[in-house]
């Protein structure tokens, strides 16, 4: 089946520090794969994404790589700002429904 | 406005009522889906939408629940005889077709005592 593992949290990192959350998918088929973001408060935003391997989705200074041969989609921002601060999901979407499987979140908190 | 909007956005019920839910799209969007989310969990799909048509169901959809988009538009999701293991977020997306991005709204969180 389909499925998507995401690093365990709560992260905790300092303003300016490096930030990476993992992120490795299962799939039937040629996924696409994306970063959602949940802000306090807030609903679900599309961060990034990509719809290929190789491809590189990028936003808001955030990167993430598809790598077909790890099966990964690595969230990266070189220097994290306190307005980050919220929870970041991955997730998959496969041909057909094109329905959303999402991991369990990343719950991320910057501190000044 | 050009989001998706979902009332009610909180919703608190008795074991055993019924209580449903609306999603309006954002205009034009012909895929609409709705997902439950419980705390510390992602999202999961419960069904979708094409236009009018109900395509898919998930197992977690049980014959308590049922969805509707009568006319292509808004949909409602409806929850009969609750139990408190309904307690989650009620999270509806809308895309413009096949392949395209799904737009969330806020979600209704619903809470079952």
């Known amino acids: 089946g389909n499925s998507v593992t995401q690093m365990e949290g709560p992260v905790t990192l300092s303003e300016e520090a490096f930030l990476t959350i993992n992120c490795t998918y299962t799939?039937?088929?040629?996924?696409?794969l994306f970063w959602y973001v949940q802000y306090p408060g807030e609903g679900l935003q599309l961060l990034l994404k990509?719809?290929?391997?190789?491809d590189k989705g990028s936003n808001k200074g955030f990167e993430a790589t598809y790598r077909k041969e790890t099966t990964s989609f690595h969230l990266e921002k070189g220097s994290v700002q306190v307005s980050d601060s919220a929870v970041y999901f991955c997730?998959?979407?496969?041909?057909?429904?094109?329905?959303?499987?999402f991991g369990q979140g990343t719950r991320l908190t910057i501190n000044p | 406005d050009t989001g998706v909007s979902q009332n009610p956005r909180h919703k608190i019920t008795k074991r055993g009522q019924n209580v449903t839910f609306r999603c309006d799209p954002i205009?034009?969007?012909?895929?609409l889906y709705w997902y439950r989310q419980t705390l510390g969990q992602g999202p999961e799909f419960l069904t979708y939408f094409q236009n009018e048509a109900q395509l898919e169901k998930s197992r977690l959809l049980s014959d308590r629940f049922s969805a509707e988009r009568p006319k292509g538009s808004f949909s409602t999701l409806e929850i009969q005889r609750t139990e408190q293991g309904d307690s989650a977020m009620y999270l509806c997306?809308?895309?413009?077709?096949?392949?395209?991005?799904?737009?969330f709204g806020p979600g209704t969180r619903l809470l079952v005592l």
């Open positions: 799939a039937t088929g040629y996924p696409s």
């Open positions: 205009s034009e969007h012909n895929r």
């Open positions: 997306a809308s895309s413009l077709g096949v392949r395209e991005t799904q737009y």
């Open positions: 990509a719809t290929k391997a190789d």
């Open positions: 997730a998959l979407s496969v041909s057909g429904a094109q329905k959303l499987v």
